[in-house]
C-alpha cells in the first residue's frame, strides 16, 4: 500500500500528518519527496546511513569535431543550447535531458555525461526507514530528484509507504502522487486553503488516484471546506483541531503522537478506513 | 484606508526605474500572501504580482476584476497519428520522461521535447500547441494586479511566473508605476528561481519552527546564489522565543536584516476569512501596527 499525503496550500501540515502517521504505524517506509524543503527528517532525527548523489544527463560536444551547424541549437525546445559562429552555448540548469540533440547532430559528436544536481539520504529510526532528497541550491529541476526517492519503493515491497509530497499541484506534485494508491490531501479550512484545495482534487481525479482529506487545525476558520467535502461525496478521513500544544511540540520537531499518544490509535484506524477504500 | 506612508523614491518614475520585491519564504504557510496582502494596501503606485501559480491564493484578499485574460502556451504536446504509426516503439524507447506506453502520449508526462517526432521512421508523431495556464490583466482597489492559474497538472510553472513578471512589468510600465509587489510560491526551485531572478529585494517570511528555520537557511542560500538581497520576517515569533533567537542569532551572523516580527495572532486567519488583508480588517491590531512598521523598513531599503 501506497499512501501519498499532498496539500495543494503550503504548510497546511503535510508533514505532521505524514510523520505523525508513520509513527503510529510499525514497519514503514517513509518517503520524503519534498526535495526542495524537505522537512521529515527534522522531525525525525534519523541516523543516516546511505547518501547517494543525484545526476541528471546533460550533452558533452567535442567542439573539435564539430562544425557549428546549429541543428542542435535549433532541436533544444528548452533553449539550453545556443550555437554562433564557431562558440557553443550550453545551459544546463534549463537542459531536461530529453537526449534530443545526441540524436539530431549530424557529425554525431555528442556524447553524454552527468551533473549532479542533488542527494538522496536514507535512514533508520523507530522503525521506520526514512528516505529523502535534497536539491541543490540554485537548482531548478526537482522532479530528478523525487524520482530518485521514488526508486526505492520496490514492487516486492510489503510494508506501508507513505509519500510525503511537495506543496502545490504543478509538475513536482504529479509525479510524487503518480503510481501511489491513495492520496491524503491535508488542508485548513480557511479561504485559502479551500482554494488550493479545490486545485488539488481537479488533479487527483484527472490523474484518478482515490482521495480522501484531512482537515487540520480543523476548528480554526469557516466551515467552507467541510460543506465543499460533503456536497462533493470527498470523505474527510480525520480532523486535527488547532492545539497551542502540537504547535509548540512542531516548532521544536517533536511529532506530537509521542506525547499525546491518544492519536496513536486515530493514525492507526485512518490506515483501516484507507485499506478499506482502496479495495 | 488612506496610506500613511509616502514614498520617496518617486523620481525614479522619471527615470523609468522601476523596483520589484519578492516575498518568499522556503517553507509554506508562513505568512507570505497575508503581508503581501497587506503592502498592495499600503503601497501606492505599485503592482502587485502573484507568482505562486500553482496554488494562488493573493486574489482571495485583493479581489481584482481581470480585463485581459490570455492562454499561457506551456510545453508542447506530442500526437501520434493512429493511421500512420507502424507500431515499430522507436518513440517509446527514446522518451526520457516515459511519456508513452502502448503507442499513446501521455499528455503529463510528455515534456514536449520532441525526440519522438524525430526518432519515428514513419513520420507519425508531431508536436501541438497546448494551453497549460491562463495570465490575467486584472484591476484591484490598490492598483493593477497580475496573476495566474496553471491548468491542473500543468507543466513548467516557471515559464508562466516569468509571464506573470512580464505582464506587471508593462502594466507598471504603461500606468507609470515605480513598484512591483511579487508574491512568491513555496520551495526554492523552478517557479521561486523565476520569482526571483533580478529583483532588487526578497523579503523572507519565516516562523520559530525547526522546518521554518531549516527552509529559511536554504531560501537564504538560493537568493545569495543569485545575488538577491534579502531582509527577513519572523512571523509568529512568540510562538517559540528560543527558536526566535535563534533565527535573530543567524541572521546576524549572514548579515541579514530582520525586519519585522510578528505575533501569533487568531485575528490573522479571521482577516483571512473575511477575505481581507490584515490591516484594513484590523488596522489598530499589534499584527497591522508591525506589518506597517515593516513596509516602512521595505520602503527604505528600496530606495
Known amino acids: 500500500m501506497i499512501i501519498s499525503v499532498a496539500s495543494g496550500k503550503g504548510g497546511t501540515g503535510k508533514t505532521t500528518v505524514a510523520v505523525n502517521f508513520a509513527l503510529s504505524l510499525t514497519n514503514v517506509l517513509l518517503l520524503d519527496c519534498d526535495v526542495e524543503e524537505p522537512n521529515d527528517h527534522l522531525l525525525l532525527n534519523p541516523i543516516i546511513t546511505k547518501t547517494k548523489s543525484v545526476y541528471v544527463k546533460i550533452p558533452s560536444i567535442q567542439e573539435d569535431m564539430c562544425d557549428y551547424c546549429g541543428v542542435c541549437a535549433k532541436f533544444c525546445k528548452n533553449n539550453a543550447l545556443f550555437v554562433t559562429n564557431k562558440k557553443i552555448l550550453f545551459f544546463p540548469q534549463i537542459c531536461t535531458s530529453c537526449g534530443g540533440c545526441k540524436i539530431v547532430c549530424p557529425q554525431h559528436v555528442i556524447t553524454e555525461k552527468k551533473r549532479m544536481i542533488g542527494k538522496t539520504k536514507q535512514g533508520l529510526v523507530n522503525g521506520i526507514e526514512l528516505v529523502y532528497g535534497e536539491l541543490s541550491i540554485g537548482e531548478p529541476m526537482a522532479i530528478p530528484i523525487i524520482r530518485a526517492v521514488k526508486k526505492h519503493i520496490s514492487p516486492l515491497e510489503k510494508r506501508v509507504i507513505i509519500v510525503d509530497s511537495p506543496p502545490g499541484t504543478s509538475c513536482p506534485v504529479i509525479d510524487t502522487v503518480h503510481g501511489t494508491d491513495f492520496t491524503i490531501l491535508v488542508t485548513e479550512p480557511t479561504p485559502f486553503g479551500l482554494y488550493d484545495l479545490k486545485i488539488a482534487v481537479d488533479v487527483l481525479r484527472k490523474l484518478k488516484i482515490p482521495f480522501g482529506v484531512i482537515i487540520n487545525q480543523s476548528d480554526i476558520g469557516d466551515l467552507r471546506v467541510h460543506n465543499f467535502c460533503n456536497k462533493n461525496f470527498i470523505p474527510i478521513l480525520l480532523e486535527i483541531p488547532y492545539s497551542r500544544k502540537i504547535a509548540e511540540l512542531y516548532s521544536v520537531g517533536k511529532p506530537f503522537v509521542l506525547e499525546m499518544p491518544e492519536w496513536n490509535q486515530k493514525f492507526k484506524d485512518l490506515l483501516k478506513t484507507i485499506e478499506k477504500m482502496v479495495s | ?303
Open chain 2, 1 to 303: 484606508m488612506e496610506p500613511k506612508i509616502q514614498r520617496s523614491f518617486e523620481n525614479n518614475r522619471e527615470d523609468g526605474i522601476m523596483k520589484e520585491i519578492t516575498i518568499l519564504s522556503g517553507k509554506g504557510g508562513t505568512g507570505k500572501t497575508t503581508i503581501a496582502g497587506s503592502f498592495a494596501v499600503l503601497a501606492q503606485n505599485a503592482v502587485t504580482a502573484d507568482c505562486d501559480v500553482d496554488a494562488p491564493d493573493l486574489h482571495m484578499l485583493l479581489h481584482p476584476t481581470p480585463f485581459k485574460t490570455q492562454d499561457f502556451i506551456g510545453p508542447k504536446l506530442a500526437k501520434i497519428d493512429k493511421n500512420v504509426c507502424v507500431n515499430c516503439g522507436l518513440c517509446q524507447k527514446a522518451c526520457q520522461f516515459d511519456a508513452i506506453k502502448d503507442f499513446q502520449i501521455d499528455p503529463i508526462h510528455c515534456e514536449g521535447c520532441g525526440v519522438c517526432e524525430v526518432v519515428c521512421p514513419e513520420k507519425a508523431i508531431s508536436l501541438h500547441d497546448r494551453i497549460s495556464g491562463q495570465a490575467f490583466l486584472s484591476k484591484t482597489r490598490f492598483g493593477f494586479m497580475s496573476h495566474a492559474l496553471l491548468s491542473p497538472g500543468g507543466a513548467n510553472s516557471g515559464k508562466l511566473v516569468t509571464l506573470v513578471r512580464n505582464n506587471a512589468q508593462m502594466l507598471a510600465k504603461n500606468n507609470n508605476c515605480d513598484l512591483i509587489l511579487i508574491d512568491g510560491s513555496p520551495g526554492i526551485g523552478c517557479p521561486v528561481i523565476a520569482s526571483i531572478a533580478g529583483v532588487n529585494l526578497a523579503l523572507i517570511i519565516t516562523e520559530p519552527t525547526l522546518s521554518g528555520i531549516h527552509d529559511l537557511k536554504r531560501a537564504m542560500q538560493l537568493l545569495s546564489h543569485f545575488n538577491v538581497p534579502s531582509l527577513v520576517c519572523i512571523n509568529k515569533y512568540d510562538l517559540n522565543l528560543k527558536n526566535t533567537e535563534k533565527i535573530e542569532k543567524f541572521c546576524s551572523k549572514k548579515n541579514v536584516d530582520i525586519i519585522g516580527k510578528i505575533i501569533f495572532d487568531p485575528i490573522v486567519t479571521k482577516a483571512m476569512v473575511a477575505e481581507t488583508p490584515v490591516i484594513e480588517y484590523l488596522p489598530e491590531s499589534k499584527v497591522s501596527k508591525s506589518v506597517e512598521q515593516m513596509w516602512q523598513q521595505v520602503i527604505l531599503r528600496l530606495e
